[in-house]
């Protein structure tokens, strides 16, 4: 019996179930409205709520809270400065699930999740930095060396002698023990 074993497991380990709904809060809270799954929507939507609540009290140890909850600290930065003081009067309910019909490619049931009276958000921009070029670790670039010389063009390339087959060596004639 499952009592007291709430959640859906998603097909998925419980790593690979808490890193998903990291990352669906992180978007979600990027873009203010998400197109997933059904079930993935009611997961996110309890994940969501708690983090809205997080950020309404407002304190140090709730931001850790929501940091643990994101990959992003510009997020939750977001979080606590715009998106908490719009629901400063609500209790509850931050985030609506409107279904819009089965997915094409394997009839799974899709939903949009927003925030309830959600006004537009800037996209985060994040700064990313420019990688260095590539470099191959593997093949092992050698300094220039000196330059050599160039060496005189050979005159015509002599045939080498046939081989000769070897004699063979004499055989050595097996020792006999000397009877007493």
Avoid: C
Avoid at 44 to 69: C, E, F, N, P
Avoid at 85 to 114: H, L, S, V
């Amino acid at each position: 019996m499952r009592h007291s074993k709430s959640g859906r497991k998603l097909g998925r380990s419980y790593s690979h179930r808490k890193a998903l709904m990291k990352n669906l809060a992180t978007s979600f809270f990027t873009h203010g409205r998400l197109r997933v799954t059904l079930n993935m929507a009611k997961e996110l939507q309890m994940v969501a709520d708690h983090m809205v609540t997080l950020a309404k009290r407002g304190d140090l140890h709730a931001r850790r809270q929501a940091i643990s909850m994101t990959y992003d600290d510009k997020v939750v930065s977001r979080l606590f400065s715009e998106i908490a003081p719009w629901y400063k009067e609500r209790q509850g309910g931050y985030t609506r699930i409107m279904k819009i019909g089965p997915r094409p490619g394997d009839n799974a049931m899709m939903a949009f999740i927003e925030l309830v009276d959600r006004k537009p958000l800037g996209e985060i921009k994040t700064v990313v930095k420019p990688k260095a070029p590539f470099k191959n670790k593997t093949k092992k670039v050698k300094p220039e060396a000196k330059a050599k010389p160039e060496a005189k063009p050979k005159a015509e390339a002599k045939p080498k002698a046939a081989a000769k087959p070897k004699a063979a060596a004499p055989k050595k004639a097996a020792k006999k023990d000397d009877k007493k």
